[in-house]
Antibody, heavy 117, light 108 residues
């Protein structure tokens, strides 16, 4: 069965960086686009970024463009999100998700990022 | 950017009642709309895609309808385990992929 396990969250000071990882199993990782979606505490869902199956095509939400970088290593079945210049507005649970024609077919359990001094 | 507006914000019903949730798009999304269920403390789960197709393993009491700008998620007979927040999402015109603000379903 599809399993997505995020890691790398934690407490980080404003302006600092953090890298999230998402380990995938149970499907042919290299055949699917992958997303990051976030959810601020008590708030709704916000799409963050997508990377194509081969890593060549990437799109970002305006709120993170220029600060966040999505990438993948198909040899390790792992998705990444490099987050720079973090601010309090980036505090959220970050989910990785497997795409189904740009819907979110399978989700990980999420990893909490808290930006605070 | 396509804005999705969900109503009502909260729906409080008794077990066995029919739940009708609405999602309205700021412009046509054709049938490129999905519904997700998020139970407390859990990740979201895909229920419906392309407006009316149930995802694998989703009970038949969940159904989706609509096209263009107006969509509905119906729970035909509410079960206690259906307590959750339900979100709609469009993939018609992206980036960005966008979600509605959610409808919270409660049991009376």
């Amino acid at each position: 069965q599809v399993q997505l396990v995020e890691s790398g969250g934690g407490v980080v000071q404003p302006g600092r960086s953090l890298r999230l990882s998402c380990a995938a199993s149970g499907f042919t990782f290299s055949s699917y686009g992958m997303h990051w979606v976030r959810q601020a505490p008590g708030k709704g869902l916000e799409w963050v970024a997508i990377v194509s199956y081969d890593g060549r095509t990437k799109y970002y939400a305006e709120s993170v463009k220029g600060r966040f970088t999505i990438s993948r290593d198909n040899s390790k079945n792992t998705l990444y999100l490099e987050m720079n210049s973090l601010s309090a507005e980036d505090t959220a649970v970050y989910y990785c998700a497997k795409t189904l024609s740009e819907y979110f077919q399978h989700w990980g359990q999420g990893t909490l990022v808290t930006v605070s001094s | 950017e396509i804005v999705l507006t969900q109503s009502p914000p909260t729906l409080s019903l008794s077990p066995g009642e029919r739940a009708t949730l609405s999602c309205r798009a700021s412009q046509s999304v054709s049938n490129f709309l999905a519904w997700y269920q998020q139970k407390p403390g859990q990740a979201p789960r895909l229920l419906i895609y392309d407006a009316s197709n149930r995802a694998t393993g989703v009970p038949a009491r969940f159904s989706g309808s609509g096209s263009g700008t107006d969509f509905t998620l119906t729970i035909s007979s509410l079960e206690p385990e259906d307590v959750a927040i339900y979100y709609c999402q469009q993939r018609s015109n992206w980036p960005p992929l966008t979600f509605g603000g959610g409808t919270k379903v409660e049991i009376k």
